[in-house]
């Protein structure tokens, strides 16, 4: 079934587009059947069952996304081995990435998390600290800002969501045009199971589907 359901997603999907497959909460297994369907990029939210995937598929050439609230007690479970960190919310977190990307060598790409939802509960950036911080950005020798992330308001109703995505893609769009220099700042990560169709009309270039590959997840 995760098969059948990665190929006809994928179908819908303009080429240009990448399909993260989100594995949180599911077991290894399915992420090897997803990997036999050509699946390659997945995302997951949680830095130890990160972790302990990442040790049992190390056979397989995947392409990691951490997707959640990543603490910075936990960063050395998630960026050895996160190609992009999603979910950068909080300057707190990106200067504690910026400290160990020195210390380590390594330079991490990253999405800032934008909240644009209703949800108070929502974790991410206003608008107004993302322009701050790409006004230093310059200060970040070991990060690559390669885009924004965000999650629209957990509703049915379709204008609504509409809304906020239209208002993430609208804020990229000015940024990129402010901030030439950001060469990598790109990425529109925006739409999951329930909204990646509507994600698709305002340009996004990563979409984050769980549920609608995996069916409903596993505790």
Partial sequence: MIQENIIAIKKELPPEVKLVAVSKFHPAEAIREAYAAGQRSFGENRPQEFAKKVEALADLDLDWHFIG????NKLKLVLPYAQLV?????????????DWGKANDKLIRVLLELHIGAEQTKTGFKEEEVLDLLFRADKYKNIRFCGLMGMATHTDSEEDIRADFARIADFRAYLRDLFPELTDFTELSIGMSGDWKIALDYGATIVRIGTAIFGERQY
């Fill in 69 to 72: 609230h990543l603490q910075t």
């Fill in 86 to 98: 999603q979910s950068v919310d909080s300057l707190h977190l990106l200067d504690a990435i910026q």
